[in-house]
């Protein structure tokens, strides 16, 4: 696993399906098998007659997914390792810099 890879988590034991979410967190931590949790934003599935929000980067495709996804930069997750199901794509370069700069908006850091 990488930073900006696109991944689906479980929200809970009984969830199978997961939700999609972008990994922030560094490559080091990603590959450090004693650090359990990882921080990353969380998308849901975009309905068609809803309009992203401020805080919101819309993922397509190009990022690995099969439909349009809202994820929203304004909260950080903290997931768990064992709650990846799988890794379905990475982040392109446009949308990287995207999620950067709304994160650092939604947090007021610069």
């Known amino acids: 696993m990488h ?3 696109v991944v689906f988590v479980k929200a809970d034991e ?3 399906v997961g939700h999609p ?6 490559d080091d931590i990603l590959a450090d098998h004693r ?3 990882l ?3 969380v ?3 975009k309905p068609p007659a809803v309009k992203p929000r401020d805080h919101h980067v819309i993922l397509n495709g ?3 997914l099969e439909f349009l996804t809202l994820v929203d930069c304004s909260l950080i997750y903290l997931v768990r390792k064992s709650s990846i199901i799988r ?3 990475s982040v392109t370069v446009y949308r990287r810099q995207e999620i950067q700069r709304k994160i650092r908006a939604c947090l007021g850091l610069g």
């Open 62 to 64: 190009a990022d690995g």
């Open 39 to 41: 921080n990353a934003v």
């Open 21 to 26: 979410a972008v990994l922030l967190s560094s």
């Open 87 to 89: 890794q379905v794509g």
């Open 14 to 16: 009984k969830d199978e």
């Open 43 to 45: 998308g849901t599935k």
């Open 3 to 5: 930073r900006w890879d």
């Open 35 to 37: 650090q359990l949790r």
